[in-house]
């Protein structure tokens, strides 16, 4: 059975900085794209970047400039960097990894929090 386990979030100052980890037991590259995305109560699920096995990436307007993805295949874990971050960044931060013709895999997410 395959896990995504994510760690990282927590409290945040405005403009601060944190990491988020996802954590996949087994090969990362059975997922064909890798992504992080966020839910705030009473809103969906939002995309906020994703990896692809080839290396692309994609990022909510949102985030741009700001939050970067990536991975360690030799760790089997992907990133997501997130910079100058802003209280509308507040959110349950989701790993998911996409498989070709199967179904998705989530992480059981991780809070973060940015407030002064």
């Known amino acids: 059975q395959v896990q995504l386990v994510e760690s990282g979030g927590g409290l945040v100052q405005p403009g601060g900085s944190l990491r988020l980890s996802c954590a996949v037991s087994?090969?990362?590259?059975?997922?064909?794209?890798m992504g992080w995305y966020r839910q705030t109560p009473g809103k969906q699920r939002e995309l906020v970047a994703t990896?692809?096995?080839?290396?692309?990436?994609n990022y909510a307007d949102s985030v741009k400039g700001r939050f970067a993805i990536s991975r360690d295949s030799a760790k089997n874990t992907v990133y997501l960097q997130m910079n100058s971050l802003k209280p509308e960044d507040t959110a349950v931060y989701y790993c998911r990894g996409d498989q070709l013709a199967a179904s998705a895999y989530w992480g059981q997410g991780t809070q973060v929090t940015v407030s002064s």
């Open positions: 087994g090969n990362i590259f059975r997922f064909y794209r």
């Open positions: 990896l692809t096995s080839g290396g692309t990436t």
